[in-house]
T-cell receptor, first 112, second 115 residues
Framework: SQTIHQWPATLVQPVGSPLSLECTVE??????LYWYRQAAGRGLQLLFY??????ISSEVPQNLSASRPQDRQFILSSKKLLLSDSGFYLC???????????FGPGTRLTVL | AQSVAQPEDQVNVAEGNPLTVKCTYS??????LFWYVQYPNRGLQFLLK??????LVKGSYGFEAEFNKSQTSFHLKKPSALVSDSALYFC?????????????FGGGTRLMVKP
């Protein structure tokens, strides 16, 4: 069976510090991978998606970036965090065998 | 372009009563429709989907949803609500021609089930 992991679960960072959130998927090959941000427990904002290693599409211009160094690894980064980067970050995967997306447990980021 | 509307920010229902969470959609082709549930500080959990076939779709935890093409709706229903059903519910849609399984999510509806 497939599983998706995210870490860390929670993170408190000062403004201007760097960020690295990691997402890994097990039990599937060549998944589509997605990063979402959820503010205040409401709607989801798609940040990035990837259909393969090194292939990243950005949906929203901002100070965040994403990378996919391995087939089942997706990383969300920032060089300098802003207060507005606070939120709940969700990683998800999908594949040709599935029409739905499957979500990880999320990372709660607080920027102070 | 595809879009989803969840017209109710919150739905309140008494335990044991039936519940309905509304969703309407817009896509250029045939829709694939999904419902997810989110508990506090957790990721989204897949409940059910409509791809093709029977308009009434049954999913996890006794939930079901009815696809109505003429009304472009996909309302989530449950015959008898439980307090443990209290959570945030998201409807999502994608076009059948959508590459990359890109989903568009509604804004979410908070379901409160009171004992």
């Amino acid at each position: 069976s497939q599983t998706i992991h995210q870490w860390p679960a929670t993170l408190v960072q000062p403004v201007g510090s760097p960020l690295s959130l990691e997402c890994t998927v097990e039990g599937t090959s060549n998944p589509n991978l997605y990063w979402y941000r959820q503010a205040a427990g409401r709607g989801l904002q798609l940040l990035f998606y990837s259909v393969g290693i090194g292939q990243i599409s950005s949906e929203v211009p901002q100070n965040l970036s994403a990378s996919r160094p391995q087939d089942r690894q997706f990383i969300l980064s920032s060089k300098k965090l802003l207060l507005s980067d606070s939120g709940f970050y969700l990683c998800a995967w999908s594949s040709l065998a599935y029409n739905e997306q499957f979500f990880g447990p999320g990372t709660r980021l607080t920027v102070l | 372009a595809q879009s989803v509307a969840q017209p109710e920010d919150q739905v309140n229902v008494a335990e044991g009563n039936p519940l309905t969470v509304k969703c309407t959609y817009s896509v250029s082709g045939n829709p694939y429709l999904f419902w997810y549930v989110q508990y506090p500080n957790r990721g989204l959990q897949f409940l059910l989907k409509y791809i093709t076939g029977d308009n009434l779709v049954k999913g996890s935890y006794g939930f079901e949803a009815e696809f109505n093409k003429s009304q472009t709706s996909f309302h989530l229903k449950k015959p008898s609500a439980l307090v443990s059903d209290s959570a945030l519910y998201f409807c999502a849609v994608r076009d059948t021609n959508n590459a990359g399984n890109m989903l568009t999510f509604g804004g979410g509806t908070r379901l409160m089930v009171k004992p």
